[in-house]
């Protein structure tokens, strides 16, 4: 493995890396949290300092993009720390990119300073338009806060990509519509299946789930669907619309395998390097830290790499059980 490039036994460049910046969130989707769920002890997460050191020695291995999710990631005293932090590494030219996945809901205190920071693209999770719908998903969103938040965002200059998750019965009438009104937002827009991470109480994924090819022939009944050589760092595959000439993305990881081009690692709140979204196999990154400083940081990321799986085998199957994974979402870093 060359110094500076971290390359898998598969041969992949590993060069994009999501972190986990906490478990916590203002919200508790149906199909990602329970609604009553017990949130690490605050002292077990790595310090802000020691997530950028954990970014800067990926960075010194060749990492390009870093993406901070959560939980909700706004909702971490002090986050603006570590994004301006990360931010003046791209200004640095030792990062091509700060991305964040986020709900929305502190978009409208957060826009200005992220773009000043240096972020210049984020993903906001937005399920439905509704907003009675909205809560009922979210259990504790508004859906005017958020909206308020993209507007804010927007103004700002951030570009902005939706996250939808297709759920049966739920936004599955909604989803040509959404499309619509991205389109005319100027908002790019990536439909997920539902994904068999960690418990959510009482909800089962087997009546959420909907695949997205099903999706896509809901919408190809009312859009010319077109299909797009598009690749971005992540794992969806694009059509253009048509008549708009949006772009739509989706992630399949239950009805097809994204794993051959996979170019990222996780981290988690709590400092575990997780190789593969679907496996358990993981790196304990913050004891080697702590222990070894930067150094044995270093050298227990590149042990880690040489680890890193083909791919995962997740399955929604009747009698299977509802979690493929015992971790939520929320834990790794959607
Ligand atoms: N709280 C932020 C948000 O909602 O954007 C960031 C974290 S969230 C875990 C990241 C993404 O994962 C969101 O788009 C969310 O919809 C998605 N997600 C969460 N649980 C999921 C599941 N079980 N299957 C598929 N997507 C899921
Ligand atoms: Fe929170 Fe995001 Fe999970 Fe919804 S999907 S509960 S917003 S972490």
Known sequence: MQENQLIDPFGRIVDYVRISVTDRCDFRCVYCMAEHMTFLPKKELLTLEEIADVCDTFMELGTKKIRLTGGEPLVRRNIMHLISHLGAQVKNNNLEEITITTNGSQL????DSLFDAGVRRINVSIDTLDSEKFTQITRWGKL???????RQAK???LKIKLNTVALKGINDDELSSMVLWAGE?????????????????????LDQYMSVSEVEQKLSEKFTLIQSNHQSAGPARYVDIGETGQRVGFITPLTHNFCESCNRVRMTCTGQLYLCLGQDDNANLALALRSEGKKGLKE????????KPLGHDFAIERGSSNQAVSRHMSVTGG
């Open 185 to 205: 937002q100027g908002f790019d827009i990536t439909i997920i299946e539902v994904m068999p991470m960690g418990d959510i109480g009482s909800e089962n994924r």
């Open 144 to 150: 005017d806060t958020v909206l308020n938040g993209l």
């Open 155 to 157: 103004q700002s200059g």
């Open 300 to 307: 227990a990321i590149i042990e880690a790499i040489g680890r």
């Open 108 to 111: 409208h205190k957060f826009a």
